[in-house]
């Protein structure tokens, strides 16, 4: 018996040291987690270099409570000035100089897909992609590089379900940019719709060169269609809203996630012609009254105030960076003392229905070997010319 | 005369063993470096020597990049056969721009070429073209491997690959410019009436060196893609076309030396100024421009002209 015990002892003693062994790859170590970045922070996407900033300001947070698991982040972010080349070399100078453990938040679509390709061949995670492209959800093909925000065609199914829902006998007009970003919500839409596709009576697109998009406007409005879905970046959406106005069209709107801006984008459009306006959310919005006596919304506040005074309180982007840092806080708690790429992408892969504060209640990042998709579920909201009011349940995802 | 062929084989030397003494990625930096130097010689014929501005010499970097990018991807041309495709379509582009910009003097040449600038990425989105061009998405191409199992890494064999070219089209550009083609275009700048008295066909010639400038820019371009191993509208915006401006005024204008020191300057500084501010870094590079241009009135190469010059008349 007591033979036993002390062999069992033994055998204790044996394998705790294997369960604790720490495992490193390049960017870890006792006291520090590097990680990569690059962001528009000149150029003509600068408005978006805020989210760099943010996060930035997160992780000093982060630091100053202790780290994660002890460890320090060093977070390294270069401007790339929304030029791909420069992403490029500013990912090659992140991994191959400044040896990051991995890469997180990079941002833009062009730039991301230039170094798709070079990531995934050196294995050095591609980690919470900023861009809603639909592409970024491959495990297959693309295993080290995942998104975070919902995307593209995710959202547009919802518009599509809901249009469905509300007004089956719908006659709907599409507006949307000629690129990858409008054509990806366009394929949701259509995928949406399934066997209801004859439902779109017109689709227009425009180009970002283009002055205005007046004359599509007056194209739609010729339809006769009574639902309009505005797929178009801020400044058209808000010509959009305002053209479609004045004419005197008023079809059921629905405004996708990337221009719900009220100070950017409804303000100019005219708040009164904006009135009725549908679109999605799965943030908290910053100036949104019903998050002003909000837990998560007061600290995201304090945390502004204390470690990124620059920044501004009532942009959307800085929240976005605050909620992408509690994100990837969770994954590499998860990692533990094992700190190797494979497991930060497993860890990564390995997300089950966590809970950040500041999206919206009922909004759960939830990942899985097969889904690299962490934010998929959503929620309506409508336009009551002040301020967007969520409605009915949370949508998509599981 | 000898020493200067001295030095530039010590350049070449060190320029060899370069790849073997820095990591990959500062291997990666320097073949930029030599683009841009392709580049920025291209622009400083039809600048610096002819004295045309050109506000648009992106367009035809990204014509050239697009030539390889859609080559090698659709085509299935191996990455060195592009560069002569990628300049013949570039010469004959910007033949053919040169004969009516022509008409064209100084600031009207300028606008005429930025307008050239402004349009060439939303031209390559244009969806008409997209089958070829990928649209907005862009291409992305493989990069090539060293070939016959030499002892070089993908980025030291590019680097070579590119050094290679590089002398080529210096000594080429060189060989040009010193004779009678050089003080033709030269005197046209200086006085266009007089060069056309003592028989120099200005059209003919104005036109030649804008074809041969597209041509150097466009073998850039594809050796730029090949390099980036990616092309998309975004990477060829109307900022390209003007730092190569500042890189031929910063490193000297009519001077062949000037486009090496004008790469250096358009590939590391705006790093060193992204390093010393984050919030503002095109304010610094801004005060390092006007740091140059102050100092160096003609330019690094001039500076330099100067410094050895004085060295040898005690």
């Known amino acids: 018996m007591k033979l036993r015990f002390l062999i069992g002892l033994l055998a204790a003693s044996l394998a705790h040291p294997v369960l604790a062994q720490k495992k490193y790859d390049p960017g870890a170590s006792d006291t520090e987690i590097r990680i990569g970045n690059t962001n528009p922070y000149s150029g003509p996407a600068s408005a978006y270099g805020t989210i760099g900033k943010s996060i930035a300001a997160y992780f000093k947070m982060v630091n100053d409570q202790g780290g994660i698991n002890g460890r320090k982040i060093n977070f390294i972010s270069y401007d790339d000035g929304y030029s791909p080349p420069r992403t490029v070399e500013m990912a090659r100078k992140l991994v191959e100089q400044d040896q990051v453990l991995f890469m997180f938040q990079t941002l833009g679509t062009p730039s991301n897909t230039a170094i798709h390709k070079y990531m995934n061949m050196k294995k050095v995670p591609q980690m919470m992609v900023a861009t809603g492209a639909t592409k970024w959800n491959d495990p297959k093909g693309n295993p080290w590089t995942m998104g975070w925000q919902p995307n593209y065609q995710g959202e547009a199914q919802i518009y599509a379900q809901h249009i469905i829902k509300s007004k089956p006998d719908a006659k709907i007009a599409v507006l949307y940019q000629n690129d990858d970003y409008g054509k990806d919500y366009l394929k949701g839409l259509h995928d949406g719709l399934g066997a209801k596709k004859s439902m779109i009576v017109k689709e227009v697109s425009y180009e970002v060169s283009d002055p205005t998009v007046d004359s599509q406007i007056v194209q739609l409005a010729a339809s006769g269609a009574d639902v309009f879905v505005n797929i178009t970046t801020p400044k058209f959406a808000a010509q959009a809203i305002r053209k479609a106005y004045d004419i005197g069209w008023k079809p059921v709107q629905y405004l996708n996630n990337v221009s719900i801006g009220v100070g950017s984008v409804l303000t100019p459009a005219g708040l009164e012609k904006s009135v009725g306006l549908l679109t999605v959310a799965y943030l908290k919005e910053p100036n949104d009254k019903q998050f002003e006596n909000d837990a998560a919304m007061t600290q995201w506040r304090e945390f502004m105030k204390k470690y990124y005074p620059d920044g501004s309180l009532i942009d959307n982007l800085n929240v976005y960076g605050y909620s992408v840092g509690q994100t990837i806080a969770q994954v590499l708690k998860q990692c533990g003392d094992n700190l190797t790429r494979e497991n930060v992408m497993r860890q990564a892969a390995n997300i089950k229905r966590y809970r950040v504060d500041t999206l919206l209640p009922g909004v759960l990042v939830d990942t899985g070997a097969d889904d690299f998709a962490p934010i998929e579920s959503v929620q309506l909201q409508r336009f009551n010319g002040k301020e967007w009011i969520r409605f009915g349940e949370v949508m998509g995802g599981r | ?314």
């Not at chain 2, 659709?74 to 004969?99: H, S």
């Not at chain 2, 705006?270 to 801004?286: L, Q, T």
């Open chain 2, 1 to 314: 005369m000898k020493r200067n062929i001295f030095l530039i084989f010590l350049l070449l030397a060190v320029a060899c063993a370069l790849p073997f003494l820095v990591s990959n990625y500062r291997t990666f930096q320097l073949t930029l470096v030599l683009v841009y130097a392709i580049a920025l010689l291209g622009l400083n014929i039809l600048t610096g020597y002819s004295g045309q501005i050109s506000l648009g010499h992106g367009a035809f970097y990204a014509l050239g990049a697009y030539c390889a990018a859609i080559l090698m991807d659709k085509a299935g041309v191996p990455y060195w056969a592009t560069l002569p495709a990628a300049g013949a379509v570039c010469f004959v582009a910007g033949f053919l721009f040169g004969l009516p910009a022509l008409r064209l003097e100084g600031l009207y040449l300028a606008l005429a070429t930025f307008a050239l600038g402004v349009a060439m990425p939303q031209l390559l989105k244009y969806h008409h073209l997209e089958k070829w061009t990928g649209g907005v998405q862009g291409i992305v191409i493989p990069k090539p491997e060293a070939p016959l199992g030499l002892p070089v890494n993908a980025d030291q064999w590019l680097y070579f690959f590119t050094l290679f070219v590089t002398l080529v089209m210096f000594v080429l550009g060189w060989n040009l410019l010193r004779g009678r083609v050089g003080r033709a275009l030269t005197a046209i700048r200086d006085h266009a009436i007089a060069a056309e008295a003592m028989g120099v066909h200005n059209a003919l010639y104005k036109s030649t060196a804008f074809g041969v400038s597209a041509l150097y820019t466009g073998v850039a371009g594809a050796l730029g893609a090949i390099a980036v191993q990616f092309v998309a509208p975004d990477s060829f915006n109307i900022f390209l076309s003007i730092v190569f401006l500042v890189g031929i005024v910063v490193g000297g204008l009519a001077s062949i030396s000037g486009a090496l020191y004008g790469a250096l300057f358009i590939q590391f500084v705006p790093n060193i100024a992204d390093e010393i501010s984050k919030a503002a870094p095109w304010a610094v590079f801004g005060i390092f421009m006007i740091g140059f241009v102050y100092l160096m009135p003609t330019g690094v190469a001039g500076a330099v002209r100067l410094l050895l010059a004085r060295r040898r008349t005690p």
